[in-house]
């Protein structure tokens, strides 16, 4: 019944910017830490950013820091991504994710997954 959706994804140039959504249903995520994880192919999922369940605080991966903006709107029941000055190195799928209560960095912690979003970015 609790779905993610991500949305948002498509083919953005090096240096270029997109913009993610993920709107949740089903319930709501008000005390869920949400996370945003990518995939590119014959790799492993990776962590992106994460936001917590109510005080705004946020990580991020090594990699998309200063680029990467993750915010959420609880009352929307919805987190996005910003990506901003895009790498070829970040194209992949794209996952938005849900954990109860305290945020996390291992998507083994997660209980709920969207189906992902490509992003492609050219060089």
């Known amino acids: 019944q609790a779905q993610l959706v991500e949305s948002g994804g498509g083919l953005a140039q090096g240096g270029g910017s997109l913009s993610l959504s993920c709107a949740a249903s089903?319930?709501?995520?008000?005390?869920?830490?949400m996370g945003w994880f990518r995939q590119a192919p014959g790799k492993e999922r990776s962590f992106i950013a994460a936001?917590?369940?109510?005080?705004?605080?946020?990580s991020y991966a090594d990699s998309v820091k200063g680029r990467f903006t993750i915010s959420r709107d609880i009352t929307k029941n919805t987190v996005y991504l910003q990506m901003d000055n895009l790498k070829a190195e970040d194209t992949a799928v794209y996952y938005c994710?849900?954990?109860?209560?305290?945020?996390?960095?291992?998507?083994?912690?997660?209980?709920?997954w969207g189906q992902g979003t490509q992003v492609t970015v050219s060089s």
């Open positions: 994710a849900a954990r109860y209560y305290y945020s996390s960095t291992d998507w083994n912690d997660y209980d709920y």
């Open positions: 089903g319930r709501t995520f008000s005390n869920y830490a």
């Open positions: 936001i917590g369940r109510s005080s705004g605080s946020t």
